[in-house]
């Protein structure tokens, strides 16, 4: 029987050792870490996420791992913490520092064997009760990385993870020295693969992220690769510390209303902007409407003299981070050469929009932005955005 979600902590809650307050100051955004936090706490224990430690991570940073995992027990998060996968040789010792360092910080501990049957059963009673379960992946015969990987995606199934992250000393994938953020896995697995910059591990992580994602795991599953010191600010933040590997977005496109459920496109952009949307916006008829296939993100657009204005570009608080916004702003810019919109100036992704635009002008209310407008014509998409009715009005609007 599932149990009824966490109910959202008091700072009260938050503040064993002190140390929660400090990290959720820490990172710039308070707001995001308890978005995060709330989330989190809104679903059974066990599908909060997985940790897959690389044996070289317990065997240099094993501080780091026990502090991270104090922390997440400090708010009643339980990870299912995977040893073994690569270097199963080492499994059983990692398992017991692991243990010892914990149990002395006063985090309970369960240690597992990823062979002993009803694992994922072990695994839920385990994280329900209060205790890390440790998942250790053993020597067996001619086993590889890729079956134990394998075995592994199946654990996430029956556990309905959200999340597996792999702890790797790195901190994430690179090309050219240069971390990647977010893979999709979709489109860019080719030309990650044909670089030859990625490990072996690197390679069989990308794999068996990929089949997870495309073939197993939900929608809303995500993997990422980071280092033991950003575990924490992967979690609780929107741009994460590492590489995100997800499946890419599948988007639908609708001219006008038609196939769209206003009800739950209200609900995403309620969700989104932290206020309903005003009931006169869905009496205007959009020109386009692109639908990420779950209702956690959208473009709208209307038609204006100078081409398409976005009035809308949403993601929902809950998947914020996952790479969404970027599918959509390419499906958007693959029909719309040109487009223009505006946006708040305390608008919190001002610095992304900043980076897909031709050209900007700050105004005293509003940040206008363009791409493809001609020249003659920015001073009239100006004029026109700034005209536009506010659809989603603050309270003392």
Request: charged fraction near 25%; proline fraction near 8%.
């Amino acid at each position: 029987m599932t149990p009824e979600p966490l109910p959202p902590a008091s700072p009260a809650e938050l503040a064993p050792q002190g140390v929660v307050l400090r990290f959720l100051e820490s990172t710039g955004r308070p707001s995001e870490a308890r978005l995060y936090l709330d989330l989190f706490r809104a679903h059974p224990r066990e599908q909060f996420a997985a940790i897959a430690i690389d044996a070289n991570v317990m065997a240099n940073a094993a501080d780091a791992v026990v502090q991270d995992l104090r922390f997440l027990s400090a708010l009643d998060l339980f990870p299912a913490v995977v040893l073994g996968i690569f270097q199963p040789a080492e499994a059983v010792a990692h398992a017991r520092s692991l243990r010892r360092h914990l149990e002395a910080e006063g985090v309970h501990v369960e240690v597992l064997r990823a062979r002993r049957r009803n694992l994922a059963a072990r695994v839920t009673a385990c994280a329900r009760s209060g205790a890390v379960p440790v998942v250790v992946f053993e020597p067996a015969g001619d086993d590889e990385a890729g079956d134990r990987l394998v075995r592994l995606g199946a654990l996430l199934g029956e556990l309905q993870s959200r999340k597996l992250l792999f702890l790797h000393r790195p901190g994430g994938l690179r090309q050219g020295g240069v971390l990647v953020p977010i893979v999709n896995l979709t489109t860019d697995v080719p030309a990650l693969l044909s670089s030859g910059e990625l490990s072996r591990k690197e390679v069989l992580i990308l794999d068996s992220a990929r089949r997870l994602c495309e073939e197993e795991a939900p929608p809303s599953f995500t993997v990422a690769v980071t280092s033991p010191l950003n575990v924490l600010r992967e979690l609780f933040t929107v741009k994460g510390a590492g590489t995100l590997l997800r499946r890419g977005a599948r988007i639908s496109r609708h001219g006008g209303w038609d196939g769209v459920d206003l009800q739950r496109l209200r609900e995403l952009l309620t969700s989104s902007f932290g206020r309903p949307p005003a009931d006169e916006f869905f009496s205007r008829t959009p020109r386009r409407v692109y639908l990420e296939e779950g209702y956690r993100g959208c473009v709208i657009l209307s038609d204006a003299p100078l081409g398409a204005y976005l009035t809308k570009f949403a993601v929902s608080a809950e998947a914020q981070g996952e790479g969404i916004a970027r599918d959509l702003w390419e499906a958007l810019v693959a029909e719309t050469p040109v487009v223009f919109w505006r946006a708040r100036r305390a608008n919190p992704i001002s610095e992304w929009y900043a980076k897909l635009c031709d050209g900007l002008v700050r105004l005293p209310e509003w940040t206008v932005y363009w791409k493809g407008v001609p020249p003659t014509s920015i001073p009239a998409a100006i004029d026109w955005a700034v005209s536009q009715p506010v659809d989603i009005p603050r309270g003392d609007e």
